[in-house]
């Protein structure tokens, strides 16, 4: 197996790995699939944008294929390929902790607004007016603590693990993936 194929096997892995841990017992929306949108975009994206967003959607696809199918699921996935393009478009060229953290605190807001606009247009639980919509966020607000607090906590073990990986195995720091 080549570098680059030892690299991309080491960040799909990565990527399952966290998609496999939404299907642990957490605390409401304290997950990894925001940093792991956030990672592959920022480490497939080389490759190309597809691949960048085949990633994390299809492992999403397969935790939700155990979990079950829900409600407004395609307005979730459209927000996490919106952070995945966040991650390829910020992160695929420099990788710094400041970095890391501002983009999972933008992932975690793009999710936030992505996803309640979502229930309140298509749910019909809130009046489709302004007053509505507000209400709709406000309603969210609590939810924001913990999607921020996983979001940032998963992008410190994604990011931070698979660059002390980079530093342990020198073949997995090969710029070509």
Known sequence: MT???TRLVAILTGIAGAAALRLVPHPPNFTPIGAMALFGGAYLGRRGLLLALAAPL???LISD???GFYDGMLIQYVAVALVAVLGWTVLSKSKSPVRVG???IAGSLIFFFVTNFGVWAVSGMYPLNAAGL?????AAIPFFQNTLA?????ATLLFG???LLEKAVPRLSAQVA
Do not use: E, I, N, R
């Open 3 to 5: 570098a680059s194929q």
């Open 65 to 67: 294929l155990v979990l």
């Open 102 to 104: 501002l983009s999972a």
């Open 150 to 154: 996983g979001d940032l906590f998963y």
């Open 161 to 163: 693990g698979f660059a």
């Open 58 to 60: 299809g492992a999403l």
């Open 134 to 138: 507000a209400a709709c966020f406000t």
